[in-house]
């Protein structure tokens, strides 16, 4: 067997199982220590597998505790934030959707206000080694770090958790309090996008201003500034204002309208185009 499977089950992470055995009701997979196996349901089983095989598993808990794998991947993973959905609520806390069967739990000690059915919440997936369980923590502020000792133009990786006046804020990489500037968005973005970004300053208060774009490179095709202004190179006019039909918008660039407000305020900054009554046009 040349590829290498897990030293031992990990609830809440994705692990690399062997199939052993077979059942009615589904496959045993099990990690190199010994009696350490974890049933995957038949619904979730590949077709073709064999015994012998290697899986990427998600392992959690269904409602007896038991261990159950399954190739359905969640929102999040163990040590990664998210932004949920709260589908109810008892007297110990709340329970948010997760992309699995069984719903995650949210601890009244680790919510930053009461839950409600229906709020959206952020929190970091954990385990509690005294229970053995999975849970949400919402409380974001202990489970960040001050960030030290990123370059400019490091890409990361961001989760956005809320819009500000000025922007979005982000978690990135799971650990620092980061932002987004709404002057240098140019395609759409809401809260609970996970995307990739680049770091344009590692500020003193160890929080991240970041950039969708690699900084002092040329950009993308898909992004919206640069089909804007490709199209007025190609055609020098735009019939499309900041107050056009929204669908129009779409269907021309594939961006929002807030975000083609934007690309035009940009190009306006730095003086390459005039508006006119009907659109915009390209300067000489």
């Given at each position: 067997m040349n590829e290498k499977i897990e030293e031992y089950i990990?609830?809440?992470?994705?692990?690399?199982?062997?199939?052993?055995k077979e059942v009615d009701f589904g496959v045993y997979l099990k990690s190199e220590e010994e009696n350490d196996e974890v049933l995957l349901p038949k619904r979730y089983v590949p077709v073709g597998t064999q015994m012998g095989d290697i899986l990427e598993v998600f392992v959690y808990s269904d409602s007896e505790d038991r261990y159950v794998a399954t190739t359905d991947m969640p929102m999040a993973k163990v040590g990664e934030f998210g932004v949920f959905e709260v589908v109810d609520t008892s007297k110990f806390g709340a329970f948010v959707e997760w992309g699995l069967p069984k719903h995650l739990f949210v601890p009244l000690s680790t919510q930053k206000r009461?839950?409600?059915?229906?709020?959206?919440?952020?929190?970091k997936i954990k385990y509690d080694e005294k229970t053995d369980r999975l849970f949400l923590d919402a409380k974001i502020g202990r489970n960040l770090e001050k960030a030290k000792g990123f370059e400019r133009n490091d890409k990361v990786e961001i989760l956005v958790i809320a819009k500000t006046p000025l922007g979005y804020k982000v978690i990135v990489n799971n650990k620092y309090e980061g932002m987004l500037f709404d002057n240098e968005i140019f395609e759409d973005i809401k809260v609970g996008d996970k995307r990739f970004a680049y770091?344009?300053?590692n500020r003193e208060d160890g929080k991240l201003d970041c950039i969708l774009q690699p900084i002092g490179k040329r950009q993308n095709r898909d992004n919206g500034y640069y089909k804007v202004l490709e199209k007025l190179q190609e055609v020098k006019e735009i019939n499309l204002t900041s107050k056009s039909d929204a669908d129009e918008i779409k269907k021309e660039f594939g961006i929002s309208k807030k975000a083609y407000k934007a690309v035009i305020q940009k190009l306006l900054k730095e003086d390459k185009i005039e508006l006119r009554e009907d659109g915009l046009a390209l300067k000489e």
């Open positions: 990990k609830l809440g992470e994705v692990n690399k199982l062997e199939v052993y009461n839950l409600k059915k229906g709020d959206k919440v952020i929190g770091i344009k300053t």
